[in-house]
Every structure is written in structure tokens, then in C-alpha cells.
């Protein structure tokens, strides 16, 4: 994994074969990330896990064959309890027929590379509490 900070803004470009979660958890504990924007990310993932909240769970498929990561996007914010990372995102992915699907992403392996672009915020705490339907909702602080 190779990463740049400047200005609150890390560039990240992560490499074959890496946990893209644990990478990110990585980034998040060596630049000290506690509330951000993930501002986009693209290259190809496999092994991918992506869900769709129907309203009581998360329902997941599971695509195994390498795909395009066309579009990223999501938060990185604190727990109350701990101050765990708690990584938030939603992707949009390409198979090799050209079709394409999306969803919360819930685990992936990087294919060949991601670039990955994250803007730390200032003065903003980002905060993960659960709601009384069992999601995790984002709570500005």
C-alpha cells in the first residue's frame, strides 16, 4: 500500500491481494482518521460481499470473479464505545459482461489496485450509534 497526506486528504493506492477493510483500518490507525469522507475510490476488487438493508438485515451476495470498481463513496466515523473505525461504504461494481451492481460493501479483496481518496474532517466528530431498528445510523457531533 502506498499513501500521501497533504492538506487532510490521503491518497491511497492499495495493492493486489490486500484486505481492502483491514488496508483501510491500517490508514485510519497510522494517520489517525476518526471522522472522514471517502471521496472516491476506483480499480477492481474480488472476493466481494455487498448488501441490501431490507429494512430488518442486510441481505448479501457474494461475487467471487474480479470486477471494475467503477464508484465508491461512503464514511469513516468512531464508535462511542471504543473509538473503533467504523468504515461506511457503498459501491458501484462492474462485472465482465458490463452489468453492474451495487450495494454496502461488507468485505473485499483488492484486484491488481484501488485508488482510494479520503478527506479527514476538522471539527466535525463523526459518531456510530445504533438505532431501535438495529442499524448503525451516523450521528454529527
Request: charged fraction near 20%; aromatic fraction near 6%; include cysteine.
Amino acid at each position: 500500500m502506498i499513501i500521501k497526506e497533504g492538506n487532510n486528504l490521503i491518497a491511497i493506492r492499495m495493492e493486489d491481494g490486500e484486505d481492502f477493510f483491514s488496508s483501510l483500518k491500517i490508514v485510519c490507525k497510522n494517520y489517525t482518521v476518526e471522522s472522514a469522507i471517502l471521496l472516491n475510490g476506483i480499480g477492481m476488487l474480488r472476493n466481494v460481499k455487498i448488501g441490501y438493508w431490507d429494512g430488518k438485515e442486510y441481505v448479501v451476495e457474494e461475487i467471487e470473479q474480479p470486477v471494475e470498481l467503477v464508484s465508491m463513496q461512503g464514511n469513516i466515523a468512531t464508535t462511542e464505545n471504543d473509538g473503533d473505525p467504523i468504515i461506511h461504504i457503498h459501491v458501484a461494481l462492474a462485472k465482465k459482461d458490463h452489468t453492474v451492481v451495487g450495494g454496502h460493501l461488507v468485505s473485499a479483496v483488492v484486484n491488481n489496485t484501488n485508488e482510494i481518496f479520503i478527506q479527514k474532517l476538522n471539527n466535525i466528530v463523526l459518531l456510530r450509534k445504533q438505532d431501535k431498528n438495529g442499524l448503525t445510523g451516523l450521528y454529527p457531533a
